[in-house]
């Protein structure tokens, strides 16, 4: 049986878990007691992250049973951190503002770049930030702003080299600290309510016989309240509606997976500001993440009695969450002309490598094709890890870094593709002669689906 002090200490969450005692629950996959089996199933599940890497050495384990019990669970707790706000420690005293942008990248996951680069500041200056406990990505980043005078903006996520995972952070002569604006915060989400637009339209050309409508280049506006037109050739409209930012940590792509959907919105005077459904059905949701950050707009109405505050602004988004699984197939360029690697994500042939000495670039030819089985991404709220196959080329090569002997990442650009055959020709472009080509690495993807929930109070009305 497993222990009974080890079980209590994961139900009750009192101490962190050994790499010995996460070994141990990991090796009861395989008891011959189908109740053990499920014991340490649900125990692995409750410690989540500490049990990660004891549970990935398992998936390559003998026995069937740990085997499959493992590779799930890997899955399931890495599906689950997806919807988690990463937590970093705050403990910092007399540092400079180069090496606590490190540190924090490094609780992160992610470069946390001081722009302007090479500012002598960054490694002269010395401050101190001290938390009790670990914070929120999102909260931490704003502590660490307000105190080394840094800004920054959602609209520069993926700043950097290559393909590299980078946040920039600028320097403010005016202090510090997060955007401006209404901002709520849902685990590694943060939502930015970014304006309040009305605008009012009087047509005098609606009934004519000559009048032509301008094309509609945006999507249509949620239905307006139309008042009566003053004379038969007159009509007015309106349109009011929120500007959202939904962002997540920089570590994290999204997607929209359905509808926005307004739970409460009401004005100072208690009229509803809920524009009535259209009764039309929504597509073109269910796309491939392609950044951290998805602009959205939230229709309204505005009132008929004069108000001067939203008094609430309330609603949910549902989004598909993908991040980089952090074990890739690491594939020797030196040693894959010909040859075809793969892992359980994926099958990686190298065909053939051309090095132009000349221009010192490199010519890489090869194919991808995923392994994952085709479970299709889950429809409602939750975090259970799921998998898809990307359905276009472009996605997978998103996924491909292409790295020196030192670990730098190199620049690279697509320069051909054969649909047909799924092959695929890139350029390796290094910025440095002496950077030469020595790794591909390719990064499977752990997804969730969830709905991030956002509410605003007081808003002044436009």
Known sequence: MIGVNLLLVVVLGQAPVSPADAGALVSKLGAKRYAER????????????????????????????IRTRASALVDKIEGALLTQATMVRLDFQDQTTADIAKSIGDQANLRLALIPEGLPAWRTLKISLKESAPLPFWQAIDRFCAAANLQYHFTTHGYGAARESAFPLYYSGAGGGRPAGPICDQGPFRVQLVSLRYQRD??????????????????PPAPARIPAPSSPRTAITE?????????????????????LRLLEAIDDQGQSLIAPSTGQRESGYNTLPQGSMLPIQAYLIHPRKPST???????????????????????????????TF?????????HEIKVNPVTNQTILELSIRNTESQVPMPEVPGAEFTFQRPERQAQQLEQLEIVDAQGRILRWYPSG???????????????????????????????????????FVDVPMP
């Open 309 to 339: 505050l939203v008094k609430k602004l309330r609603g949910t988004l549902p989004v598909h969450v993908t991040t980089r699984k952090p074990n890739p197939l690491t594939v020797s360029i030196s040693a894959s002309s010909g040859k």
């Open 202 to 219: 009087v047509n005098f050309q609606a009934a004519g016989r000559f009048a032509v409508s301008p094309p509609v280049v945006a999507p």
């Open 417 to 455: 593709s054969d649909p047909e055959s799924s092959r695929q020709t890139l350029t390796i472009a290094p910025d440095d002669p002496a950077m030469v080509p020595s790794q591909i690495r390719y990064y499977g993807l752990a997804r969730a689906s969830t709905e991030v929930d956002f509410a």
């Open 239 to 259: 349109q009011f509606y929120a500007q959202i930012q939904v962002v997540a940590e920089p570590r994290l792509s999204l997607a929209q997976s359905g509808p």
């Open 342 to 350: 793969h892992n359980d994500d994926v099958t990686l042939s190298v």
């Open 38 to 65: 499920e014991a340490a199933t649900a125990a692995l599940e409750r410690i989540g992250r500490q049990a990660l890497p004891a549970l990935r050495l398992a998936a390559n384990a003998r026995d069937p049973e």
